[in-house]
């Protein structure tokens, strides 16, 4: 009986969300459309396809490209090595919302590419409980804390 009421509880909460749309001008709901990597997905947002970049989370990338160079470089690792983690992020974001329809943003801008940058969470009615999906990436492995290029530039003067 207490599950019951925990679920219906959960929908009617998301239910309401979901008929405002956005509770705030930085927090809304959003129904997942696709998982591109280990730190970026596709969401419906107010009938809009929007690209979602998980804030303050940087996960290896899962094909050949400038980022993977550097990636190579910055932490040693071949190419293929590089490829290989991004996609097993990607498989690990994927595992994670794949019985998961909506999510939850909050966000503070949008990048250079036009992507939200946002922290991502999930109302997981198992556990009754909220998954913090950009912690629980970098606690997974496979991502990395993001550092801003600008000190990663600095870094680099330094050696």
Partial sequence: ????????????????????????????????????DGDTLTALVNNETTKIRLLDVDCYETGKNSNTRFQQKYYGLSVDEVIKHGKQSRKQLKNLLKDHR???????????FGRILGKVYLDDIKSAGVIDVNQYMLDQGGCNKYIPSSVLKKSKEKK
Avoid: C, G, P
């Avoid at 929908?11 to 405002?20: A, E, G, K, N, Q």
């Avoid at 909506?102 to 250079?112: F, L, N, P, Q």
């Fill in 1 to 36: 009986m207490e599950e019951l009421m925990k679920k219906t509880v959960f929908y009617l909460v998301l239910f309401t969300i979901l008929l405002v749309q956005s509770v705030s001008a930085h927090e809304f709901v959003a129904t997942i459309i696709k998982i591109n």
């Fill in 102 to 112: 909506y999510i939850r943003v909050e966000w503070e801008k949008r990048d250079s």
